[in-house]
C-alpha cells in the first residue's frame, strides 16, 4: 500500500526562482533565504519520495480568468514549466504519476469531492519554486528526483475554496493514497503564502506574529485553523496571503499526531513574508514491503522519472 510520510509547507515567492535562475543565490540578500533550506534538501536527499503531491496555486499561467477550476488535479505524463513573461523558467519538464493521480482522483471524487481533471497542464512558479527549494537547483536538461502529481487550488479569483474544506480535502487525499496497491512513501507539500500583499493601499503588509501563530498551530492544533474564515486571512495576512488554506490541505493529509522537524521564516523575500515546515508522520515507511519489492517500485519510479 502507498503511504504519506511527511508534508512540507513551503513559500513559493517567483523573485526566489528568478534569484537561482539569475546565479545570485550568494548574494546577501538570497544567502539568508536559501540558506533557510540547506537542511531540508538534505531531509529529502535522505527521505528520498518515490512521488510528491504538490499542491499549489496558478497564477493565470494555466488558467486564466476566463476559467479557474477550484481543485485541479494533473493526470498528465508531464508538466512543462510555464512561460510567465520573461520565457518557461530553465527548469526540467515535471514527469507526473497517471496511475496514481487518477486513482486520487477516483478515490477522492466519489468521496464528493468535485475535482477538475487535467490532462494538460504547464506549471508555473507557485510549483517550480518550492520543488527547486526542497530538490534544490536541478539542470534543465537532467531531470527531478521524483515524479510529482499537481494539485492546483483556486486562491487568486474570489472566492478561493475554505480552510475547512482544504483540510477535509487533504483528509480525502490521505484516504485515496493509503488505497493505492503499490508501496509508495509519498510526500505531499502545501505551497504559497506566508503573509503577503502585492497591490493597494496596503501593499507590503507583512504579519509575522499570525504567521508563526499559524506554523505552531499546523503542527499541534490544525482543526483550529481549518475554522478561520477567508476575512481573517485577508485582514491579517493581507490579500494574498489567502494562499496559506493550500498549507490545511498537505496538514489534512497527514496523521493527527506529526512531528515537526524543521521550521524556517524569514522576511522579507520579494514582498512576501518566507515560511517553511517539515512535519513527519509518525508510522512512516512501507512496512509491508520486502526489500525486493522496494527495489522493483523504486525502479519503476526511477523509469517514470526520466
Ligand atoms: C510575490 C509573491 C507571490 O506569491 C506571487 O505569486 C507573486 C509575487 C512577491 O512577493 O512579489
Ligand atoms: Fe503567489
Not at 502507498?2 to 548574494?27: Q, Y
Not at 477522492?108 to 497542464?121: A, H, Q, S
Not at 509519498?186 to 503564502?193: A, D, M, P, Q, R
Request: proline content about 7%; glycine content about 8%.
Amino acid at each position: 500500500m502507498a503511504r504519506i510520510i511527511a508534508g512540507v509547507g513551503s513559500s513559493h515567492v517567483p523573485a526566489i526562482g528568478a534569484a537561482l535562475d539569475n546565479g545570485k543565490t550568494e548574494e546577501p540578500y538570497w544567502k539568508r533565504v536559501f540558506s533557510g533550506f540547506e537542511k531540508s534538501q538534505e531531509w529529502m536527499r535522505e527521505t528520498r519520495p518515490d512521488v510528491a503531491i504538490i499542491v499549489y496555486n496558478d497564477h493565470a499561467s494555466a488558467f486564466s480568468v476566463e476559467m479557474i477550476p477550484t481543485f485541479a488535479l494533473g493526470c498528465a505524463a508531464e508538466f512543462p514549466p510555464a512561460d510567465e513573461g520573461w520565457g518557461p523558467r530553465p527548469v526540467p519538464v515535471v514527469q507526473g504519476y497517471p496511475a496514481l493521480a487518477s486513482h486520487i482522483a477516483q478515490s477522492v471524487i466519489l468521496d464528493e469531492f468535485d475535482l477538475t481533471i487535467c490532462n494538460k497542464m504547464e506549471v508555473d512558479h507557485g510549483m517550480t519554486v518550492p520543488m527547486n527549494l526542497l530538490f534544490g537547483k536541478v539542470d534543465k536538461n537532467s531531470h527531478w528526483p521524483c515524479p510529482v502529481i499537481p494539485l492546483a487550488v483556486n486562491v487568486v479569483m474570489y472566492p478561493p475554496p475554505t480552510g475547512h474544506r482544504c483540510y477535509m480535502l487533504g483528509r480525502a487525499i490521505r484516504k485515496a493514497v493509503q488505497s493505492y496497491p503499490e508501496d509508495l512513501r509519498v510526500v505531499i507539500f502545501g505551497t504559497g503564502g506566508l503573509s503577503h500583499q502585492i497591490s493597494g493601499p496596503r501593499a507590503g503588509l507583512i504579519n509575522s506574529k499570525w504567521d508563526k501563530n499559524f506554523l505552531d498551530n499546523l503542527s499541534k492544533d490544525p482543526q483550529k485553523l481549518a475554522k478561520i474564515p477567508h476575512i481573517d486571512y485577508m485582514r491579517e495576512a493581507g490579500a494574498e496571503g489567502i494562499e496559506m488554506v493550500m498549507w490545511l490541505i498537505m496538514r489534512g493529509a497527514l496523521d493527527d499526531k506529526v512531528d515537526e522537524v524543521y521550521r524556517f521564516y524569514t522576511v522579507p523575500a520579494s514582498n512576501t513574508a518566507v515560511g517553511h515546515i517539515i512535519l513527519e508522520n509518525r508510522k512512516r515507511g512501507v512496512k509491508t514491503a520486502t526489500k525486493h519489492k522496494r527495489a522493483a517500485v523504486r525502479a519503476k519510479v526511477d523509469r517514470i522519472r526520466g
